[in-house]
């Protein structure tokens, strides 16, 4: 089993910065691609931004050139930089994980706990 645990949400003004942090622990063999999601209430989940582990990355073009997706292979750590908040970015922030415990086991989505970002205008 994989675990991911966000962390980094909060209150912030609009055109104000704000860093996540999504650690996986567990049995991880290998973790493939890690993801940010946002979910607002009344909404669906929609993909924020997206790192293979070769580093490859994608974004969503609401946050592009806002926000910034790194990951530590070492420490099994994904991060998201966003700067220049929006009141439109409020939302509970999800990290996500295509990852697998075993070089014979096909991998597995695995998601955190979430945590919120509002950005007040």
């Known amino acids: 089993q994989v675990q991911l645990v966000e962390s980094g949400g909060g209150l912030v003004q609009a055109g104000g910065s704000l860093r996540l942090s999504c650690a996986a622990s567990?049995?991880?063999?290998?973790?493939?691609?890690m993801d940010w999601y946002r979910q607002a209430p009344g909404n669906q989940r929609e993909l924020v931004a997206g790192?293979?582990?070769?580093?490859?990355?994608n974004y969503a073009d609401s946050v592009k050139g806002r926000f910034t997706i790194s990951r530590d292979n070492a420490k099994n750590t994904v991060y998201l930089q966003m700067n220049s908040l929006r009141p439109e970015d409020t939302a509970a922030y999800y990290c996500?994980?295509?990852?697998?415990?075993?070089?014979?086991?096909?991998?597995?989505?695995?998601w955190g706990q979430g945590t919120q970002v509002t950005v007040s205008s």
């Open positions: 996500h994980a295509e990852a697998t415990t075993d070089i014979l086991v096909p991998t597995t989505d695995y």
């Open positions: 567990g049995s991880i063999f290998r973790i493939d691609v």
């Open positions: 790192i293979t582990i070769g580093g490859s990355t």
